[in-house]
């Protein structure tokens, strides 16, 4: 295990040309981001998440009963016995042939039946209430830490000019600000990596979770390596979209649709010119060229290039879906319904079913009681994600 240890930990490898991890160890006169201190992430973590539990049950959740924010959740599916036994014993996307001999055997057309398992899987799904009470976290979050990073960076010297990212490094003392805001942030993403397998699930899960990945390596990797200069400018310019997001997500989920309009429509904004206008001219830049420039070739430097290259990836991905959902708001005044919605609803045709053989039932169009505008893409949860 020694043996691992030191050939992962392998100073020519992390560390630039005639620096070691002796050089980089604390003292008395100045302090330096230790391995160890990464350890405090997972009580911390945790911390958060019942802090979160808290949040949603004793301040979020009043909030939305305040603003009258639906509680149920989708319609549900009216009882049968054989349906529900084909749902729960056997599938709950039923092909062609057995959706034939459902019908059959019940007297229903192939749609009602359809509409059924759709409504029936709509019913697992969460409750507005619960998706406004984790939109709320994540918006008081995220407001918080970046007042707290702007706050902090705005006294700094690399805020104003990136080449000193890298002004005498690695020989940069941790300043108890900095070691605050990284260990919060890595810790909220180690959170998210745990909750999001009990989060409101999206069809864009194994992205997200990537991302999470991502993020947590990227604040690990930059930690222990001492670039923890580039990386509060990486966070916080994160956190910004972010903000927004939640904010349209509550106003969706309160009804306020003009609102959730707007919000969406500056979230878009906000997202593309900081994702793909400020973060590759300004980060990528630096840690491309202005970093090689200052402290040559090392090859810590290019997976640090990597991880930020695949977030980039991430951020196209992710635009492309806001500009499609951006461009039908401008063009049909609302924001439709995209891909990676938390809920199913019905196309228009699959609507209109013929009454001689369907049950007697009220369909839902995406369990929220029927509201178009940006309900389908901001019940999606893009950055948040997102980082």
């Known amino acids: 295990m020694a043996g691992i240890l030191a050939w992962f930990w392998n100073e020519r490898f992390w560390l630039p040309h005639n620096v070691t991890w002796a050089d980089l160890q604390s003292t008395e006169e100045a302090a330096f981001p230790q391995a160890e201190d990464l350890y405090l992430a997972f009580p911390l973590a945790f911390c958060i998440f019942m802090i979160r539990l808290l949040f949603e049950r004793f301040i979020a959740k009043p909030c939305a009963l305040g603003l009258k924010v639906q509680a149920n959740g989708p319609q549900k599916a009216q009882p049968n016995a054989i349906l529900e036994k084909v749902f729960t014993a056997i599938t709950k996307h039923p092909d062609e042939k057995r959706l034939e001999g459902l019908s059959k055997q019940l007297d229903w057309d192939v749609r009602s039946i359809q509409r059924w398992f759709r409504q029936r899987r709509n019913q697992e799904k969460p409750s507005t209430l619960r998706k406004f009470c984790e939109s709320m976290w994540r918006f008081t979050f995220y407001l918080y830490i970046f007042t707290y990073g702007v706050r902090f960076l705005k006294k700094t010297p690399w805020l104003w000019n990136t080449r000193q990212c890298w002004s005498g490094y690695p020989y940069q003392p941790l300043m108890p600000d900095l070691h605050y805001y990284y260990m919060v942030e890595l810790s909220f993403y180690w959170s998210l990596m745990f909750s999001q397998f009990i989060d409101v699930k999206r069809k864009d899960f194994g992205i997200m979770f990537t991302h999470h990945i991502v993020a947590v390596t990227l604040i690990t990797f930059s930690y222990v390596t001492n670039l923890t200069r580039v990386g509060t400018l990486i966070l916080c310019l994160h956190d910004v979209a972010d903000i927004v997001l939640e904010a349209a997500k509550m106003a969706n989920y309160c009804k306020c649709q003009k609102l959730s309009d707007l919000l969406f429509l500056t979230f878009a ?32 430097l290019w997976v640090l290039n990597v991880l930020l290259i695949v977030l980039q990836i991430l951020h196209c991905f992710w635009s492309y879906l806001i500009i499609k959902a951006a461009y039908r708001a401008i063009s049909k005044g609302k924001v439709a319904k995209d891909a990676r919605s938390d809920v199913e609803s019905s196309s228009d045709e699959e609507e209109t079913v013929p009454r001689s053989k369907a049950p007697h039932s009220t369909v839902t169009t995406n369990g929220t009681s029927g509201a178009n505008g940006t309900n389908g893409y901001l019940t999606a949860a893009t950055s948040s994600e997102e980082h």
Request: no cysteine; hydrophobic share 55%.
């Open 269 to 300: 904004f906000v997202f593309i010119v900081s994702r793909l206008g400020i973060y590759p001219l300004w980060i990528l830049n630096t840690t491309l060229f202005e970093l090689y420039e200052a402290l040559g070739n090392f090859p810590a």
